[in-house]
């Protein structure tokens, strides 16, 4: 197992721009859309607290595992396993990453393109004044082309970066971008906190419930604390195929669950303050949570400087575009480095595929919202089949493969090597880390699931 970076598939520069990259990655939509649909339908605080519990317990050790698999391999998902565990049928939790990445960038640019839509419009003014803006939301999704051109449209600016190679570009805009988001974030909270339906909005997500926890809630609570870390992909492990020999693991992905966990939590202080106070909106409103409510907070809070929630509201949705595009990036970056490492194509020849590939079925993804609505298999359309697939099924599964792997079969020598970076640095947390590693992170899936099975 090669120890050094200069396999010429380039790495990245700074200590920050590994954590920012990776947080990057990390923060998104997961965070900002995805989270608050999450806890409304989950009946909130209990399902923060499982989900907190399944940060800390389960995504957070598989991320120093995927972090530990694409140092020590220097290769996309499917190489790793190829590299570390040759001829091992583990090798399907790579394929299986392939896919699942491809399916998540294909539905997570459906809700990137709105809110590319959202900026659009509120940078136009359009999204101000006493407006129904569930009528409006609706109105938009089930337009049978827009959606779909503003899919394409996200898809087109991930696909140019991804082209030019991820050092400069990921790396440069993670730390220009993040930050901001992050100050956003915060002042946006603040403002809703002082909101009427604060207390309401902040009892639904301070007060547990814990008669609405059903085995349904763990898997998605579970299923959330992998998708917003981007753990059990392959996504971490091909990053991680880029960071330097002194990149340190496990400080690394403590900083990015911290950052993770912190926007995602913010932003249900955001939304369901927001929630409480506009009387009609609903905490289970699902998908559109975000594009609905969010307009009337920048209105309300505004409403005597109009002009600030111009501004807010601008660039709120802009920064959203953005973190969703560090995110989409790194979901690219699975299968655009698979194809150029294993196939010997040229980067930008291999991001064409996989970019081909994720339109045609983001926008399946996109009509599901208008002319398929109908088109269902158990209640749900291809978009929701997408998101239950892959965050339910794929990451849970590669979560399990990886963990046990790094736990059980990988030789102990090299995860303390990459964990201690060749002996330069002192073994912190490592017993805690085998004892995840090895039990609670793979039996903590396993129950999860067979709980899901017998149900
Ligand atoms: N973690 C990202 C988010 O929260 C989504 C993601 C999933 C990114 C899987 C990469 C891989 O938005």
């Given at each position: 197992?090669?120890?050094?970076?200069?396999?010429?598939?380039?790495?990245?520069?700074?200590?920050?721009?590994?954590?920012?990259?990776?947080?990057?990655?990390?923060v998104?939509?997961?965070?900002?859309?995805?989270?608050?649909?999450?806890?409304?339908?989950?009946g909130?605080?209990?399902?923060?607290?499982?989900?907190?519990?399944?940060?800390?317990?389960?995504?957070?050790?598989?991320?120093?595992c995927?972090?530990?698999?694409?140092?020590s391999?220097?290769?996309?998902?499917?190489?790793?396993?190829?590299?570390l565990?040759?001829?091992?049928?583990?090798?399907?939790?790579?394929?299986?990453?392939?896919?699942?990445?491809?399916?998540?960038?294909?539905?997570?640019?459906?809700?990137?393109?709105?809110?590319?839509?959202?900026?659009?419009?509120?940078?136009?003014?359009?999204?101000?004044?006493?407006?129904?803006?569930?009528?409006?939301?609706?109105t938009?999704?089930?337009?049978?082309?827009?959606?779909?051109?503003?899919?394409?449209?996200?898809l087109f600016?991930?696909?140019?970066?991804?082209?030019?190679?991820?050092?400069?570009?990921?790396?440069?805009?993670?730390?220009?971008?993040?930050?901001?988001?992050?100050?956003?974030?915060v002042?946006?909270?603040?403002?809703?906190?002082?909101?009427?339906?604060a207390e309401?909005?902040?009892?639904?997500?301070?007060?547990?419930?814990?008669?609405?926890?059903t085995?349904?809630?763990?898997?998605?609570?579970m299923?959330?604390?992998?998708?917003?870390?981007?753990?059990?992909?392959?996504?971490?492990?091909?990053?991680?195929?880029?960071?330097?020999?002194?990149?340190?693991?496990?400080s690394s992905a403590?900083?990015?669950?911290?950052?993770?966990?912190?926007?995602?939590?913010?932003?249900?202080?955001?939304i369901?303050?927001?929630?409480?106070s506009?009387?009609g909106?609903?905490?289970d409103?699902?998908?559109?949570?975000?594009?609905?409510?969010?307009?009337?907070?920048?209105?309300a809070?505004?409403?005597s400087?109009?002009?600030?929630?111009?501004v807010?509201?601008?660039?709120f949705?802009?920064?959203?575009v953005?973190?969703?595009?560090?995110?989409?990036?790194s979901?690219?970056?699975?299968s655009?480095a698979?194809?150029?490492?294993?196939y010997q194509?040229?980067?930008?020849y291999?991001a064409?595929?996989?970019?081909a590939?994720?339109?045609?079925?983001?926008i399946?993804?996109?009509?599901?919202?208008?002319?398929?609505?109908?088109?269902?298999?158990?209640?749900?359309?291809?978009f929701?089949w997408f998101?239950?697939f892959?965050?339910?099924?794929?990451?849970p599964?590669g979560?399990?493969?990886?963990?046990?792997?790094?736990?059980?079969?990988?030789?102990?020598r090299e995860?303390?090597?990459?964990?201690?970076?060749?002996?330069?640095?002192?073994?912190?947390?490592?017993?805690?880390?085998r004892?995840?590693?090895?039990?609670?992170?793979?039996?903590?899936?396993?129950?999860?699931?067979?709980n899901?099975?017998l149900?």
């Amino acid at each position: 197992m090669s120890t050094s970076s200069s396999t010429g598939r380039g790495s990245f520069g700074t200590s920050l721009g590994v954590i920012l990259a990776s947080a990057g990655s990390a923060v998104g939509l997961g965070n900002i859309w995805r989270f608050p649909t999450e806890v409304g339908n989950n009946g909130g605080a209990a399902f923060i607290l499982v989900y907190l519990a399944f940060v800390l317990f389960l995504s957070l050790p598989v991320m120093v595992c995927e972090f530990l698999m694409g140092r020590s391999s220097h290769s996309n998902t499917v190489g790793a396993w190829k590299v570390l565990a040759p001829k091992s049928p583990l090798i399907v939790a790579g394929y299986l990453g392939i896919l699942a990445g491809v399916l998540i960038l294909s539905f997570y640019s459906v809700v990137a393109g709105w809110t590319l839509d959202y900026t659009v419009l509120s940078l136009g003014n359009k999204l101000a004044g006493d407006q129904n803006y569930a009528a409006v939301f609706e109105t938009f999704v089930s337009n049978p082309w827009k959606p779909i051109v503003y899919l394409c449209l996200f898809l087109f600016l991930t696909h140019w970066i991804v082209a030019r190679g991820v050092e400069r570009g990921i790396e440069r805009y993670s730390r220009l971008m993040m930050p901001m988001l992050l100050v956003i974030i915060v002042v946006l909270a603040l403002s809703a906190s002082r909101m009427p339906g604060a207390e309401a909005g902040l009892t639904f997500l301070l007060r547990p419930d814990f008669s609405k926890m059903t085995p349904d809630v763990l898997l998605s609570a579970m299923g959330q604390a992998l998708f917003s870390l981007s753990v059990g992909v392959g996504c971490l492990t091909t990053y991680a195929s880029y960071f330097k020999k002194e990149t340190k693991l496990m400080s690394s992905a403590l900083s990015v669950c911290l950052i993770d966990t912190l926007v995602a939590v913010t932003s249900g202080f955001i939304i369901f303050p927001a929630v409480f106070s506009v009387s009609g909106l609903s905490v289970d409103a699902g998908p559109g949570l975000v594009f609905i409510t969010l307009p009337y907070v920048f209105n309300a809070t505004f409403s005597s400087a109009p002009v600030w929630g111009y501004v807010f509201s601008g660039l709120f949705y802009l920064l959203l575009v953005l973190a969703a595009l560090t995110s989409s990036i790194s979901m690219h970056e699975i299968s655009t480095a698979f194809l150029t490492d294993n196939y010997q194509m040229s980067r930008k020849y291999a991001a064409r595929i996989v970019t081909a590939v994720c339109m045609l079925l983001g926008i399946a993804c996109s009509l599901s919202f208008g002319p398929w609505k109908e088109y269902t298999l158990c209640g749900m359309g291809v978009f929701d089949w997408f998101d239950y697939f892959s965050a339910r099924f794929c990451m849970p599964l590669g979560a399990l493969a990886i963990s046990i792997f790094v736990g059980w079969i990988m030789p102990q020598r090299e995860v303390r090597n990459q964990l201690t970076n060749w002996g330069t640095l002192p073994i912190v947390l490592y017993g805690t880390f085998r004892f995840l590693s090895r039990w609670v992170a793979p039996l903590g899936v396993a129950i999860v699931f067979i709980n899901e099975l017998l149900h």
